[in-house]
């Protein structure tokens, strides 16, 4: 920090000017308590600016508050503007004086200002002691005493707060400027505070429209894809019903393959539409027995697990705080997965569940494992696998959209939970998702 500040100087004080100096140094202090206080719970900025230049104003005894922000000139130049202010009572504001607004520091004779405050020392004292071609500017403005302090940040001269005394002189004592290197300490901080979470705002305002959008855009395309794919899939069986064996062996086999791509397609558009309607459709979480939410899933999928001869076993679960729809859809796909991805042995699934805390929101939660023994998945797909359209294998290998484990992620985050899976290539996958608990 640099020293020296420029300011007349002063004869010693006797105790009594002392203790009252102190005394006003510590009503500083105070109120940069309740400012930083403030600032931080990110209340209304402007709101929060006006009341902090007032509690200033009366703590420091004086006249006049303001706030001035730099802004880059033409040529290098830095021009100042006043942008907050607080008045006492009787005292001319000078919030709407244009010369104020756009002032050119040092091609107004103030190139003292911008040397001095630019290097992060105060400019303070009484008007009769400044250089000509400030006191004009100021006089006019009936400043008696003044104290201006710089205003960083992120380390940059960003611009000055400054008090005026109009009514009377007014001595700065060491205490007292001290304190107002500590406001304007403060508000430096509170500034980039602001600017984080503006910019924090925007971006989050930004997701939500861009997911809001594409949530939009599956729905209309899925919905709208469904009638038109109804009726290609419709003729395409009319085409092999009457015409099959007559257009020789290769019209076959396309129809074939027509028919087997409208079909996959329309899976496709079923899962987009349903991926479009989690958030949409969802019910609002209740307490729901995940070990129905199991049987349903399992009932579902028993065509499956019999052709596989999978053996599925699980551990009593708990109550969460669910979609009972949902919960059951998770459990559907998670366990679908664990069947479709197998080893050349007959699968075995097992479901279990374990308490645990998220620590972050402070909350109690039930982590739910669905463990295999299929194929595995390599450490770096991990995190993918969880993306719409992702998939590690192709049709013909396993067929499938690549949409299931999308859905379970985007469930299991409507109602505040994590999914991830932990596997060994080759031996098997566990998967894990967190719920509230009841
Ligand atoms: P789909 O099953 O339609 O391919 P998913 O979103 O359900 O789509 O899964 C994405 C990919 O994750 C799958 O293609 C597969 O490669 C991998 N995967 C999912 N579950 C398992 C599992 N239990 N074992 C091994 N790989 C899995």
Same mark, same amino acid.
């Given at each position: 920090?640099?020293?020296?500040?420029?300011?007349?100087?002063?004869?010693?004080?006797?105790?009594?000017?002392?203790?009252?100096?102190?005394?006003?140094?510590?009503?500083?202090?105070?109120?940069?308590?309740?400012?930083?206080?403030?600032?931080?719970?990110?209340?209304?900025?402007?709101?929060?600016?006006?009341?902090?230049?007032?509690?200033?104003?009366?703590?420091?005894?004086?006249?006049?508050?303001?706030?001035?922000?730099?802004?880059?000139?033409?040529?290098?130049?830095?021009?100042?503007?006043?942008?907050?202010?607080?008045?006492?009572?009787?005292?001319?504001?000078?919030?709407?004086?244009?010369?104020?607004?756009?002032?050119?520091?040092?091609?107004?004779?103030?190139?003292?200002?911008?040397?001095?405050?630019?290097?992060?020392?105060?400019?303070?004292?009484?008007?009769?002691?400044?250089?000509?071609?400030?006191?004009?500017?100021?006089?006019?403005?009936?400043?008696?005493?003044?104290?201006?302090?710089?205003?960083?940040?992120?380390?940059?001269?960003? =611009?000055?707060?400054?008090?005026?005394?109009?009514?009377?002189?007014?001595?700065?004592?060491?205490?007292?400027?001290?304190?107002?290197?500590?406001?304007?300490?403060?508000?430096?901080?509170?500034?980039?505070?602001?600017?984080?979470?503006?910019?924090?705002?925007?971006?989050?305002?930004?997701?939500? $429209?861009?997911?809001?959008?594409?949530?939009?855009?599956?729905?209309?395309?899925?919905?709208?894809?469904?009638?038109?794919?109804?009726?290609?899939?419709?003729?395409?069986?009319?085409?092999?019903?009457?015409?099959?064996?007559?257009?020789?062996?290769?019209?076959?086999?396309?129809?074939?393959?027509?028919?087997?791509?409208?079909?996959?397609?329309?899976?496709?558009?079923?899962?987009?539409?349903?991926?479009?309607?989690?958030?949409?459709?969802?019910?609002?979480?209740?307490?729901?027995?995940?070990?129905?939410?199991?049987?349903?899933?399992?009932?579902?999928?028993?065509?499956?697990?019999?052709?596989?001869?999978?053996?599925?076993?699980?551990?009593?679960?708990?109550?969460?705080?669910?979609?009972?729809?949902?919960?059951?859809?998770?459990?559907?796909?998670?366990?679908?997965?664990?069947?479709?991805?197998? $080893?050349?042995?007959?699968?075995?699934?097992?479901?279990?569940?374990?308490?645990?805390?998220?620590?972050?929101?402070?909350?109690?939660?039930?982590?739910?494992?669905?463990?295999?023994?299929?194929? =595995?998945?390599?450490?770096?797909?991990?995190?993918?696998?969880?993306?719409?359209?992702?998939?590690?294998?192709?049709? $013909?290998?396993?067929?499938?959209?690549?949409? =299931?484990?999308?859905?379970?992620?985007?469930?299991?985050?409507?109602? =505040?939970?994590?999914?991830?899976?932990?596997?060994?290539?080759?031996?098997?996958?566990?998967?894990?998702?967190?719920?509230?608990?009841?």
């Amino acid at each position: 920090m640099v020293t020296g500040v420029i300011g007349p100087a002063r004869e010693l004080s006797d105790g009594a000017q002392e203790n009252a100096e102190l005394r006003r140094r510590d009503a500083i202090l105070e109120a940069v308590g309740f400012i930083a206080e403030r600032f931080l719970r990110d209340e209304d900025w402007e709101e929060s600016i006006q009341d902090a230049l007032a509690r200033l104003g009366r703590a420091a005894g004086v006249n006049r508050v303001y706030i001035f922000e730099n802004r880059p000139g033409p040529d290098a130049a830095i021009l100042t503007g006043q942008r907050y202010e607080w008045v006492a009572p009787g005292i001319v504001p000078q919030i709407d004086n244009p010369d104020l607004q756009d002032f050119p520091l040092r091609a107004a004779g103030f190139g003292r200002w911008e040397e001095v405050l630019g290097r992060g020392d105060l400019i303070y004292g009484h008007i009769r002691d400044f250089p000509p071609s400030e006191r004009e500017v100021l006089m006019a403005q009936d400043i008696k005493s003044i104290a201006v302090v710089p205003i960083f940040v992120e380390q940059k001269w960003w =611009g000055f707060i400054g008090f005026d005394a109009c009514s009377a002189e007014r001595e700065w004592s060491a205490a007292e400027t001290d304190a107002l290197r500590i406001v304007a300490g403060i508000l430096g901080a509170a500034i980039q505070h602001q600017r984080v979470q503006a910019a924090l705002r925007e971006a989050l305002a930004e997701l939500q $429209r861009s997911n809001a959008d594409l949530e939009q855009f599956a729905h209309v395309a899925s919905h709208d894809l469904q009638e038109p794919l109804r009726m290609v899939i419709g003729f395409l069986d009319l085409l092999a019903e009457r015409y099959g064996g007559q257009l020789g062996p290769d019209a076959d086999e396309f129809i074939g393959f027509a028919v087997d791509g409208a079909r996959r397609m329309q899976n496709l558009i079923n899962a987009l539409l349903e991926y479009s309607r989690i958030r949409t459709r969802g019910q609002a979480p209740r307490p729901t027995d995940a070990n129905v939410a199991l049987q349903d899933a399992l009932w579902n999928l028993q065509v499956a697990i019999a052709e596989a001869g999978a053996t599925v076993t699980h551990d009593p679960l708990p109550t969460v705080l669910a979609d009972p729809t949902q919960l059951m859809q998770l459990f559907q796909n998670l366990i679908g997965n664990a069947i479709k991805f197998r $080893r050349a042995e007959p699968p075995v699934v097992h479901i279990s569940a374990q308490q645990t805390t998220d620590i972050a929101a402070g909350k109690a939660m039930w982590e739910f494992l669905v463990r295999d023994n299929g194929i =595995g998945i390599a450490a770096e797909d991990a995190d993918r696998i969880f993306n719409l359209f992702e998939r590690l294998h192709t049709q $013909r290998q396993y067929p499938g959209v690549g949409i =299931g484990l999308a859905v379970c992620k985007k469930i299991v985050e409507r109602h =505040g939970g994590r999914i991830w899976v932990e596997s060994t290539p080759g031996q098997g996958s566990t998967f894990h998702f967190t719920l509230p608990a009841a």
